[in-house]
């Protein structure tokens, strides 16, 4: 989950504050500084996959560090950073959902910390009237909130506790987390501002949004510590009638393999990279592995030579070009198989499907999956056929287009001019559209289809069946009447005294 660091570099950060643990004085942008340098500490320790970037603003911004994994290049930088004009929370934020978007997309989900002293800024950029007009904007100048992808947003307020400023200044920080959704957060620090202070608020912060999630991989007697990356998230959806809610356990039991061809592209939650828990010195060594430790070697154990359950199952599922079912929680399911991201390198992933047996609708229940062990070999066992007829198996109108539209029209006038001989497949088309019109909402669709019914019965030729233009008139005083407006009525065919091929 890539994360955007947000650092305010206005006047009112350099500020001097003498610090109660030395008595030095420093500025509130200093203590940022060690703050966000904390936060890629643990990053470094615990995340080091993740991807930061780094962006100052004042009354403008600059991105100051593209997206990277070199954490020691952001201390770096960020040792240097200016002091600039006022603050404008709002223009940092629409920097982010540029920068973001620009770099993963509306689908990522991505943490941004915002970094400030709890200044409100003045003038018609400050927070106080950026809330204040949040409901007032219009489609070429919208609020920055919430973000464009999904993001979760963090405010650090390097201040101290009982700041009058800060005081009338956390009602609107709160207000802008609430505005950004998604567990959104404000955190000041819980002791006099200072340098143990700050840390420890950057600290809280990194466990409790940066925590790694470690499980067992597990397969009948054979079993692995692995690490997800990013850590999943709570599953939460709120239905008609329902609320889900979801949480992965700790250990993931494979239930079986199937070939990756049967198993598609199913619609995911989230996708992980499975990754072998680092081994320590305590752990046991397989007897049949002799190896000599120098005591005074603090790395134990050598990895290489240690068994591992999950270099055995990526080797296995990309050499057989398997996928591994295997079980979250209860009646939650997901997909282990190998993946590569284009270069030769390939990592084993899982991807996390919605909530149900039903997650993969081609597989049937994934409950009452077996083992293809007698079965017969010309019996295709996937996809399987549901008992019920899907809606998208079915002759449905989709209206995304004026041709599409125009194309259903000119096909009921066309069933129209061969009358009597085609007035089966005239209602049938005719009850299609209106049903698909009344459906959308789209019933003026219905008087238009009328008064071209209407033109077409004044053009017919002399040699015209008079059945046909019966039919046509009855057809358009139908869709005029109120009860043509219900779904399930149909139109049915005028009877007249006329048979087909009859000119008298």
């Keep these: 989950m890539p994360t ?36 890629l500490d643990y990053l470094a320790a615990n995340c080091k996959l993740e991807y930061v970037s780094v962006i100052a603003f004042s009354s403008l911004y600059e991105r100051v560090v593209p997206f990277t994994r070199d954490f020691d290049s952001i201390k770096e930088k960020i040792q240097h950073l200016g002091e600039y004009s006022r603050t404008s929370i709002e223009t940092a934020l629409h920097g982010v959902n540029r920068m973001v ?28 009237d950026s809330l204040a007009t949040a409901g007032q904007r219009d489609a070429s100048a919208p609020f920055p909130l919430p973000f464009s992808f999904p993001g979760q947003l963090s ?99 494979i239930c079986g393999f199937m070939e990756v061809v049967n198993v598609g592209s199913p619609m995911a939650v989230s996708r992980h990279l499975v990754l072998p828990h680092p081994t320590t010195k305590t752990e046991a060594v397989p007897a049949d592995v002799n190896l000599e430790v120098d005591s005074d070697d603090e790395s134990g154990v050598d990895e ?61 229940d994934l409950r009452r999956l077996g083992s293809a062990e007698g079965l017969p070999d010309a019996a295709p066992a996937f996809p399987v056929r549901p008992a019920e007829k899907r809606s998208y198996s079915q002759n449905c109108v989709a209206w995304i287009r004026q041709a599409g539209l125009q194309s259903d029209i000119q096909k009921i006038l066309r069933h129209a001019r061969k009358l009597p001989d085609k007035t089966q497949q005239f209602y049938k088309e005719l009850n299609r559209v ?47 009447k109120p009860y043509s407006r219900d779904v399930k009525y149909n139109i049915t065919p005028l009877r007249t005294k006329f048979v087909s091929g009859d000119n008298t």
């Design 101 to 128: 978007l620009g770099e993963w997309g509306n689908s990522t989900p991505c943490q941004v910390v915002l970094v400030t002293d709890g200044n409100r800024g003045i003038g018609p950029l400050s927070l106080k």
């Design 304 to 364: 290489g030579k240690l068994a591992s359950f999950c270099v055995l199952l990526h080797g296995a599922l990309k050499v057989e070009g398997m996928a591994a079912l295997c079980l979250l929680a209860d009646d939650w399911f997901g997909l282990v198989c190998s993946w590569a991201d284009g270069k030769k390198k390939s990592n084993l992933m899982l991807t996390v499907l919605e909530p149900g047996a039903g997650a993969v609708p081609w597989l049937g």
């Design 155 to 253: 405010v650090m307020c390097v201040a101290a506790p009982d700041c009058p400023d800060l005081r009338l200044s956390l009602p609107l920080y709160r207000r802008l987390a609430e505005a950004a959704g998604a567990g959104s957060t404000v955190h000041v620090p819980d002791a006099p501002l200072g340098l143990d202070s700050v840390r420890e608020m950057f600290q809280k912060l990194a466990e409790n949004n940066f925590s790694t999630f470690v499980g067992t991989l597990k397969c009948g007697n054979l079993s692995s510590r692995v690490i997800l990356f990013p850590s999943p998230q709570a599953y939460h959806k709120e239905t008609d009638f329902d609320v889900i809610k979801r949480s992965i356990s700790n250990t993931i039991d």
């Design 434 to 480: 209106r049903r698909a019109a009344v459906s959308f909402g789209f019933v003026e669709l219905l008087d238009g289809l009328a008064g071209v019914l209407e033109r077409e019965c004044t053009l017919l030729p002399g040699a015209a069946h008079p059945d046909c233009a019966l039919q046509l008139t009855h057809a358009a005083s139908v869709l005029r």
């Design 4 to 39: 955007v660091i947000v650092i305010d570099v206005s006047l009112s950060m350099s500020e001097p504050i003498e610090l109660p643990e030395t008595g030095e004085v420093v500025t509130k942008q200093f203590l940022a500084v060690q703050g966000v340098n904390t936060l």
